[in-house]
T-cell receptor
């Protein structure tokens, strides 16, 4: 059973470009979470999705950031018009529908560098 | 809103010492608490998961305790080794919402 798969692992974008980060959850997992880790900081919650539905996006910046988890295919975190401050590691996690008693599983992360 | 704090932010110990990492949280209505390890430039590895009804979990040289009423958890590492050097993150799960502390960066010197 493959784990949570994130790609690309490393992405370099120039200021003003768009960044798209993809996350394929573990098999059987219908819930996906995105977290951002700035240099020297802990993980900050961004958004929690299930297929075709955003459950909680309270951690998402109001502008330029969006996330989706379509019926088919991976979850996508999209950052438009990137700025240097977007440089961070972006982690995706997945869980079965009921996470209360379960571990959530993390991907290896996608490192975004904005130059 | 749940706030998770980890103390200390960084810790350096000689090999062989026993050590304790601390995690505190503001909202005690949690489902579970999880300790993770993160190596530089890497993802997260789950170490221990404690359900809200449990007081502690053990795995090898690691022991995690949970005192929900006081909003505290500790991660005890026995007989530390240089390979234990990493950042340790505490994460608290409230109603499908997992919040992380900033982590404790541990260095174990040979």
């Amino acid at each position: 059973n493959a784990g949570v798969m994130q790609n690309p692992r490393h992405l370099v974008r120039r200021r003003g470009q768009e960044a798209r980060l993809r996350c394929s959850p573990m098999k059987g997992h219908s819930h996906v979470y995105w977290y951002r880790q700035l240099p020297e900081e802990g993980l900050k919650f961004m958004v929690y999705l299930q297929k075709e539905n955003i459950i909680d996006e309270s951690g998402m910046p109001k502008e330029r950031f969006s996330a989706e988890f379509p019926k088919e295919g991976p979850s996508i975190l999209r950052i438009q018009q990137v700025v240097r401050g977007d440089s961070a590691a972006y982690f995706c996690a997945s869980s079965p529908p009921r996470v209360t008693g379960n571990t959530i599983y993390f991907g290896e992360g996608s490192w975004l560098t904005v130059v | 809103k749940q706030e998770v704090t980890q103390i200390p932010a960084a810790l350096s110990v000689p090999e062989g010492e026993n050590l304790v990492l601390n995690c505190s949280f503001t909202d005690s209505a949690i489902y579970n608490l999880q300790w993770f390890r993160q190596d530089p430039g890497k993802g997260l590895t789950s170490l221990l998961l404690i359900q809200s009804s449990q007081r502690e979990q053990t795995s090898g040289r690691l022991n995690a305790s949970l005192d929900k009423s006081s909003g505290r958890s500790t991660l005890y590492i026995a007989a530390s080794q240089p390979g234990d050097s990493a950042t340790y993150l505490c994460a608290v799960n409230n109603n499908n919402d997992m919040r992380f502390g900033a982590g404790t960066r541990l260095t174990v010197k040979p």
